[in-house]
């Protein structure tokens, strides 16, 4: 469990630094305020949660399941929510939009939020 959260959460930062700079440069362009605003909150999200599995792979006890279930609501987490953003901003931007999307996003936030549940439920019975 310690390495599926390193290495998900290195590869969240890494394509965090990308989508942000995709969405800066080449995307600026292209997009509302609005819609840039939105795919800007994925990017966020997507870097703060890396940096959250990143801490926990360092910090885990892979002995213990609710590691584990913190670990995997936050991949689920940010799978849905920041990636199913990108889709429907992008492709908003084309006048194609992906509208099965949108109820993909909530459910992903829904994830993170139990991912943070988990972690204040382990903090408590520590």
């Known amino acids: 469990m310690t390495q599926i959260a390193l290495i998900f959460g290195s590869l969240f930062g890494f394509t965090a630094v990308i989508f942000g700079a995709f969405g800066a440069h080449l995307l600026k362009k292209k997009l509302t305020s609005d819609q840039l605003q939105s795919f800007e909150t994925g990017v966020k999200y997507q870097m703060y949660h890396a940096i959250v599995l990143i801490t926990l792979g360092f910090n885990l006890d892979t002995k213990t399941s609710i590691h584990s279930y913190i670990t995997y609501a936050f991949i ?51």
């Open 76 to 126: 689920i987490g940010i799978i849905l929510f920041s990636f199913s953003i990108y889709g429907l901003v992008i492709s908003s931007a084309k006048n194609k939009k992906l509208k099965f999307l949108g109820p993909i996003t909530p459910l992903g936030g829904l994830f993170l939020v139990l991912g943070w549940l988990l972690l204040i439920y382990k903090f408590i019975t520590i």
